[in-house]
């Protein structure tokens, strides 16, 4: 994949800024489908921490 962008577009410099726009469009789209955990999630992983075995 390399070999053909330094092909079709001249160097490895030029293909930078495509590879820079694609990074900021996943970090964009990541964040965007990011939910926060629902409090029932929450609220479970809170109370198996309190409940440990008494020795």
Known sequence: MAGAA???LGGYVNVFPYVA????FGIVVAFILLRPPT???AKAVSVSETKKPSI
């Open 21 to 24: 726009v694609l990074s900021v």
């Open 39 to 41: 409090p029932a999630a």
């Open 6 to 8: 330094k092909d079709l």
